[in-house]
């Protein structure tokens, strides 16, 4: 019990954790940003596109009238390294229950030069206004128990260097979904996972940002290896989750011409779908 006392004392609050701080831009001049990319969110060299799109989401979230994503849609461009980096938004349009802005992510190359990254288009709206009538087939995952479940610590990285942004996130993936880890992949091309930040912050609108492109990509059960590029993520936020560890499941149906999409649910603790994500990816084939 004095353990407990202590771990739930020293928990991470929303505005005060390393999630806040790294995703923290500083406003140059009126809808311009500036702000240092972490290395800590990194998968092999390139900056993970979800830690991206929260980047983006939090200066699109001071730029327009108002707070909370609704939905967010980013085209990847170019890969982002950790370092220094500028964000641009505009307002596209401003409404009574929903603004609409645009932003842009640039880093500069070794000549200087200005390189987009990223692109999003998004709307932005008030979570806490929306009525609470909710009608819906959908259904939590069915996960085992965070005990039977596994994580990052467990076994080897799926792909080299990749254990920076791991060591950020509490993650335990479903066994049924780990057949890759063990040489034998199910060819099912599904992702189940317990999610949380490492130190224990509760998930926001912000995080779900995060949460829906940080599982190992459904091609590892396909049998493919390596890195899997996001070439377009569309995000969208449904409520403001429940303080607890989420539920992410991640499927994908078809691979075709090196492509594949993958679509995620993340639930919260108290059984409601917060987030869905669609994204596209490039896969490598062998």
């Not at 900056?47 to 849609?73: C, E, I, M, Q």
């Not at 692109?119 to 128990?145: C, F, H, K, N």
Request: glycine share 10%; aromatic share 6%.
């Amino acid at each position: 019990m004095p353990e407990a006392a202590s771990a739930a004392a020293t928990r991470a609050t929303i505005g005060d954790s390393e999630f806040d701080r790294d995703t923290a831009v500083r406003r140059r001049a009126p809808g311009v940003y500036d702000i240092d990319l972490s290395a800590g969110w990194t998968i092999i060299n390139a900056v993970n596109g979800g830690y991206l799109l929260a980047v983006l989401g939090r200066a699109l979230g001071d730029a327009l009238p108002h707070p909370d994503p609704f939905t967010v849609s980013a085209h990847y461009l170019t890969a982002s390294r950790p370092g220094p980096a500028l964000v641009r938004t505009e307002t596209v349009r401003a409404g009574r229950t929903l603004s609409t802005g645009q932003a842009s992510l640039f880093q500069f190359d070794d000549e200087g030069n200005e390189v987009e990254r990223i692109r999003v288009l998004a709307s932005y709206g008030d979570l806490d206004a929306l009525p609470d009538d909710v009608r819906t087939s959908a259904a939590p995952p069915a996960i085992p128990p965070v005990d039977q479940c596994f994580g990052p610590e467990d076994g080897p990285a799926p792909v080299e260097g990749s254990s920076a942004i791991a060591d950020r996130l509490m993650l335990k993936l479903d066994p049924a979904t780990l057949g890759w880890a063990l040489g034998q992949p199910s060819g099912r091309g599904e992702m189940r996972a317990w999610f949380g930040l490492a130190d224990g912050r509760d998930a926001d609108p912000l995080s779900l940002l995060l949460a829906v492109d940080a599982l190992p990509p459904t091609a590892f059960e396909l049998g493919l290896t390596g890195w899997v590029p996001t070439v377009e993520l569309t995000v969208h936020v449904r409520c403001r989750p429940a303080p607890g560890p989420l539920r992410i499941s991640v499927t994908t149906r078809n691979l075709a011409g090196g492509f594949l999409e993958e679509d995620a649910e993340v639930w919260d603790s108290a059984d409601r779908l917060v987030a869905q994500s669609r994204q596209l990816a490039r896969v490598r084939l062998g």
